[in-house]
Nanobody, 124 residues
Framework: VQLQASGGGLVQAGGFLRLSCAAS????????MGWFRQAPGKEREFVTH????????YYAHSVKGRFTISRDNAKNTVFLQMNSLKPEDTAVYYC??????????????????WGQGTQLTVSS
């Protein structure tokens, strides 16, 4: 499956933004979809993921209550609504597709397909 993330940009602290990730190539609703991020000089980290149907979601503690993941299987798209943004949210955000949903933080190896990333910068 090919993934194309979009929607990044420059936002002031306290602001909001929505990222999108469009999928193509294989049956989208067969995949668990996740968002990860990587800040400069840091390792890529898990943000959130959503099950095939959208009925189950899991969030990293750092974004819980501020970020919301959703998916539209008819449009082969997954979204990340980010509210109350903080400077520490600044990173390149990647969407990814995997086969198994875990109700815990997954490892990067759980995801076989990755998008190219979209930059979010939150200014203070």
């Amino acid at each position: 499956v090919q993934l194309q993330a979009s929607g990044g940009g420059l936002v002031q602290a306290g602001g909001f933004l929505r990222l999108s990730c469009a999928a193509s190539g294989r049956t989208f609703n067969n995949y668990v979809m996740g968002w990860f991020r990587q800040a400069p000089g840091k390792e890529r980290e898990f943000v959130t993921h959503i099950s095939w149907s959208g009925g189950s979601k899991y969030y990293a503690h750092s974004v819980k209550g501020r970020f919301t993941i959703s998916r539209d299987n008819a449009k082969n798209t997954v979204f990340l609504q980010m509210n109350s943004l903080k400077p520490e949210d600044t990173a390149v955000y990647y969407c990814a597709a995997g086969r198994v949903y875990y109700n815990r933080t997954p490892s990067l190896d759980d995801y076989a397909f990755w998008g190219q990333g979209t930059q979010l910068t939150v200014s203070s």
